[in-house]
């Protein structure tokens, strides 16, 4: 194994002077036949509870066995959102958790993720959201988590493009700002959880898929895969829209649908948006890339589907949204549009922790909130694999809730998986 | 786009239509008391991918329910009939 260089302003000096070449960020190791912990699923959440189980707990016989490559799923395509504002208990300071690691992930995992705390607010559109946002508000505040309601004229001057006309048809009242809310680039996510848990000497194998378990009674003590059976001490299911998938070859049926989630870029224009910015009339949510595209998503397609390819009429729909908030966006043109695989639940919760079978540890269900809680998922996670229990944080998000009536519904919106 | 086949109005965009989920479940008896059956009819589902069962209300058509067959996979329609006929015609 060759020593990997750390990365800083005197490296790239040093590198732009005299030209060596950069060394790769993680090795490429073959499979070993054993390991302690056996990680299904190379996305953001899987590395990050890699890094944290070598780093915080000291347990280093560690592989990441990823079907593709490094960084091919749900965490290189999201729209890269990260806040806290959540309000049920458990999940306002699982989400705090995961910002204030945010806050300090460049500078522990030595590679820039380039957080930008750019803001977020959320808009409402009637006197009755308004008082929904002031306690939702009141929620964070209980819990140290600082945020301000806007009145009107306040958003009007924080943000002086959106639709203030008499004829709008969904008129801005108010609106909730997160101001440490901002966004991350979604693929240093992967590559820098990736290059800092290699650092510790966990194995990242890619291109390695799982196509059964090991099963010793009401035990899972490994997986096969397409490059070999691997023996696993804990083996962990945390691969984003195929939790069904997996789960099924191990013989667990879950509370989880896959849906379709589409994101979308336009043309780079010139610094326009600075915070990120949540319709409060249809779920829509926007923020300016660094290159300057407008990055924007909104509701899942509808029905279930494993393709990755969205549907068109979603596409109009979310068009429609941008324009009715920000009717200067009307002339900018779509440069891609792209769709990643979500596990739905019926509360729009995740599941978390220990699972029925003895040794085999859970992490999906993550609907719309996946990225920003990369960090906490993978710290939690390697917290319940360290210690076979959960972490505080995670203890509403048992995969059972549902048959103990326990759903977490963040959303009030019911118990339902397709609508959340 | 999708498009559904309907036994009444034809090949139909799917927007005309409500998606309402896995077809093949079988619903508990009326009365039943057993939480874990209610459970898994209510939550838990299969989520294959590959070919699945499934409802749809044509509700900007004829307002008929019915069951389709689709590959989760690639989006590939299949047969469809009413869903009073049973999960297989």
Same mark, same amino acid.
């Given at each position: 194994?060759?020593?990997?260089?750390?990365? %800083?302003? #005197?490296?790239?000096?040093?590198?732009?002077?005299?030209?060596?070449?950069?060394?790769?960020?993680?090795?490429?190791?073959?499979?070993?036949?054993? !390991?302690?912990?056996?990680?299904?699923?190379?996305?953001?959440?899987?590395?990050?509870?890699?890094?944290? /189980?070598?780093? @915080?707990?000291?347990?280093?016989?560690?592989?990441?066995?990823?079907?593709? !490559?490094?960084?091919?799923?749900?965490?290189?395509?999201?729209?890269?959102?990260?806040?806290?504002?959540?309000?049920?208990?458990?999940?306002?300071? #699982?989400?705090?958790?995961?910002? =204030?690691?945010?806050?300090?992930?460049?500078?522990?995992?030595?590679?820039?993720?380039?957080?930008?705390?750019?803001?977020?607010?959320?808009?409402?559109?009637?006197?009755?959201?308004?008082?929904?946002?002031?306690?939702?508000?009141?929620?964070?505040?209980?819990?140290?988590?600082?945020?301000?309601?806007?009145?009107?004229?306040?958003?009007?001057?924080?943000?002086?493009?959106?639709? !203030?006309?008499?004829?709008?048809? #969904?008129?801005?009242?108010?609106?909730?700002?997160?101001?440490?809310?901002?966004?991350?680039?979604?693929?240093?996510?992967?590559?820098?959880?990736?290059?800092?848990?290699?650092? +510790?000497?966990?194995?990242?194998?890619?291109?390695?898929?799982?196509?059964?378990?090991l099963r010793d009674g009401a035990a899972v003590n490994g997986v096969e895969t397409s490059r070999g059976r691997i023996h696993a001490g804990r083996t962990l299911i945390s691969v984003a829209g195929h939790? %069904?998938?997996?789960?099924?070859?191990?013989?667990?049926?879950?509370?989880?649908?896959?849906?379709?989630?589409?994101?979308?870029?336009?043309?780079?224009? =010139?610094?326009? /948006?600075?915070?990120? /910015?949540?319709?409060?009339?249809? +779920?829509?949510?926007?923020?300016?890339?660094?290159?300057?595209?407008?990055?924007?998503?909104?509701?899942?397609?509808?029905?279930? %589907?494993?393709?990755?390819?969205?549907?068109?009429?979603?596409?109009?729909?979310?068009?429609?949204?941008?324009v009715a908030l920000i009717p200067g966006m009307s002339r900018l043109r779509l440069l891609r549009h792209w769709a990643g695989i979500q596990d739905m639940t019926p509360d729009g919760s995740p599941f978390?922790?220990?699972?029925? +079978?003895?040794?085999?540890?859970?992490?999906?269900?993550?609907?719309?909130?996946?990225? =920003?809680?990369?960090?906490?998922?993978?710290?939690?996670?390697?917290?319940?694999?360290?210690?076979?229990?959960?972490?505080?944080?995670?203890?509403?998000?048992?995969?059972? @809730?549902?048959?103990?009536?326990?759903?977490?519904?963040?959303?009030?919106?019911?118990?339902?998986? !397709?609508?959340? | 786009?999708?498009?559904?086949?309907?036994?009444?109005?034809?090949?139909?965009?799917?927007?005309?239509?409500?998606?309402?989920?896995?077809?093949?479940?079988?619903?508990?008896?009326?009365?039943?008391?057993? &939480?874990?059956? *209610?459970?898994?009819?209510?939550?838990?589902?299969?989520?294959?991918?590959?070919?699945?069962?499934?409802? *749809? &209300?044509?509700?900007e058509g004829c307002r008929q329910w019915l069951v389709l067959e689709r590959d989760t996979s690639t989006n590939t329609v299949g047969q469809s009939w009413l869903a009073r006929q049973g999960a297989k015609?």
């Amino acid at each position: 194994m060759t020593a990997l260089s750390h990365y %800083s302003a #005197f490296a790239l000096a040093r590198r732009a002077l005299f030209g060596s070449k950069w060394q790769r960020a993680w090795r490429k190791p073959d499979p070993r036949p054993a !390991y302690d912990v056996v990680i299904v699923g190379g996305g953001g959440h899987g590395l990050a509870t890699a890094y944290y /189980l070598a780093a @915080r707990h000291g347990i280093t016989k560690v592989a990441v066995l990823e079907r593709g !490559y490094l960084g091919s799923g749900n965490v290189g395509r999201n729209t890269t959102l990260v806040r806290s504002n959540y309000q049920m208990p458990g999940n306002t300071e #699982f989400f705090e958790h995961s910002l =204030k690691l945010w806050e300090g992930l460049s500078h522990e995992l030595n590679f820039n993720v380039m957080l930008s705390q750019r803001g977020q607010l959320v808009l409402a559109h009637g006197p009755g959201q308004l008082d929904v946002l002031a306690r939702k508000g009141n929620t964070m505040r209980l819990n140290g988590i600082d945020c301000e309601l806007f009145d009107r004229p306040d958003v009007q001057r924080f943000l002086p493009f959106l639709d !203030y006309s008499k004829s709008c048809r #969904f008129p801005i009242y108010g609106g909730l700002f997160q101001p440490r809310a901002g966004t991350v680039r979604h693929d240093a996510v992967a590559w820098g959880y990736a290059r800092a848990a290699d650092r +510790l000497g966990v194995d990242i194998i890619e291109n390695c898929e799982v196509t059964g378990f090991l099963r010793d009674g009401a035990a899972v003590n490994g997986v096969e895969t397409s490059r070999g059976r691997i023996h696993a001490g804990r083996t962990l299911i945390s691969v984003a829209g195929h939790s %069904s998938h997996l789960a099924r070859l191990v013989g667990l049926r879950l509370p989880i649908e896959s849906h379709l989630l589409q994101a979308f870029v336009t043309e780079p224009i =010139k610094p326009f /948006l600075d915070c990120v /910015l949540s319709f409060g009339a249809e +779920l829509f949510y926007i923020s300016q890339s660094d290159k300057g595209g407008m990055v924007f998503g909104g509701h899942i397609d509808g029905f279930n %589907s494993y393709t990755q390819r969205g549907q068109f009429p979603k596409v109009r729909t979310v068009a429609e949204c941008a324009v009715a908030l920000i009717p200067g966006m009307s002339r900018l043109r779509l440069l891609r549009h792209w769709a990643g695989i979500q596990d739905m639940t019926p509360d729009g919760s995740p599941f978390m922790g220990r699972t029925p +079978l003895r040794n085999l540890y859970f992490n999906g269900g993550w609907c719309y909130q996946g990225f =920003k809680a990369t960090p906490a998922a993978g710290w939690c996670m390697a917290h319940a694999l360290a210690h076979d229990e959960e972490h505080p944080f995670i203890r509403h998000l048992a995969l059972d @809730r549902f048959e103990r009536g326990n759903g977490s519904d963040e959303y009030g919106l019911g118990l339902w998986t !397709y609508k959340q | 786009m999708l498009r559904i086949p309907c036994p009444h109005c034809g090949l139909r965009d799917y927007t005309e239509f409500r998606y309402a989920g896995d077809a093949t479940k079988p619903r508990p008896a009326h009365g039943t008391g057993e &939480q874990r059956a *209610w459970y898994e009819y209510v939550f838990v589902f299969d989520n294959p991918k590959g070919p699945h069962l499934e409802y *749809w &209300q044509h509700v900007e058509g004829c307002r008929q329910w019915l069951v389709l067959e689709r590959d989760t996979s690639t989006n590939t329609v299949g047969q469809s009939w009413l869903a009073r006929q049973g999960a297989k015609p």
